[in-house]
């Protein structure tokens, strides 16, 4: 029997390398984003909700009722604002918190039931900015981190059900979100100057495709590849975090 992922944020970087690296796993993936899905998003179901907004996840799970069991529940949908905190409004702060916070906080809320009857698995898509961060992107870097505290909450108190709660640290990858923040950082060679100067910051020498991403998300979530892992954040960064800051 094919195992089920619900993937949020399906449509978008790397929620698209996500459900795509599940599917081609074998994986029944139930994909849910704010917008619909361009052609070469691949998924076996599609559900139509924007997460960050008041009774969207109550209504997803409710068309979600269906559903006898999840396997795993990826929480990657998210939006970001490039303000300082002295141009950051209030409704900057609830989009972004609602979005990348909240949401996940009720997904694994309401999915729990479907987890627990599979000893399923959940993986927050949080980011290096909960542990390291820049400058003008304060509420982002809080919601990430928020993020990570509530992957260690959950982790202990659906343990019980046999349910693991890891989250991922991406660093640098190359999305729509990345290029719109380096759109707004002045360099003579524009947005791709400033990618390939974000590259050779990286020691690996290169910003990380999501495809490049994905299969860290589907270790976490897979039970047979990380039965033993809970509790845990996993940073995929290029080593971008390792360096002193004052070299």
């Given at each position: 029997m094919s195992r089920s992922?619900?993937?949020?944020?399906?449509?978008?970087?790397?929620?698209?390398?996500?459900?795509?690296n599940f599917r081609r796993a074998g994986w029944t993936v139930i994909g849910v984003d704010r917008r619909e899905p361009d052609d070469d998003v691949e998924l076996d179901r599609f559900e139509l909700?924007?997460?960050?907004?008041?009774?969207e996840v109550a209504d997803l799970f409710e068309r979600l009722s269906d559903l006898r069991s999840?396997?795993?529940l990826v929480n990657n949908a998210a939006v970001q604002v490039n303000k300082p905190i002295a141009e950051t409004t209030d409704d900057d702060w609830n989009v972004v918190i609602n979005t990348n916070v909240r949401s996940a906080f009720q997904c694994i809320r309401d999915a729990q039931p479907l987890l627990a009857a599979v000893r399923g698995s959940?993986?927050?898509?949080?980011?290096?900015?909960?542990?390291?961060?820049s400058m003008n992107v304060a509420v982002y870097a809080i919601s990430k981190g928020a993020l990570a505290a509530l992957t260690r909450s959950a982790a202990i108190e659906l343990a019980a059900d046999g349910i693991r709660c890891n989250s991922?640290?991406?660093?640098?990858?190359?999305?729509?979100?990345?290029?719109?923040?380096?759109?707004?950082?002045?360099?003579?060679?524009g947005p791709d100057g400033n990618l390939a100067d974000l590259a050779a910051r990286t020691p690996l020498g290169f910003v990380a495709t999501p495809e490049q991403i994905a299969p860290s998300v589907r270790f976490l979530a897979d039970g047979d590849?990380?039965?033993?892992?809970t509790g845990q954040m996993l940073v995929v960064d290029g080593g971008a975090t390792t360096r002193l800051g004052t070299e």
């Open positions: 992922v619900v993937v949020t944020g399906a449509c978008g970087g790397i929620g698209r390398a996500v459900a795509s909700a924007d997460v960050g907004r008041d009774g999840l396997d795993a959940v993986v927050n898509i949080s980011s290096v900015h909960a542990i390291a961060t991922l640290l991406p660093g640098a990858v190359d999305t729509p979100m990345l290029r719109d923040g380096l759109d707004r950082r002045p360099h003579p060679d590849l990380s039965p033993y892992t």
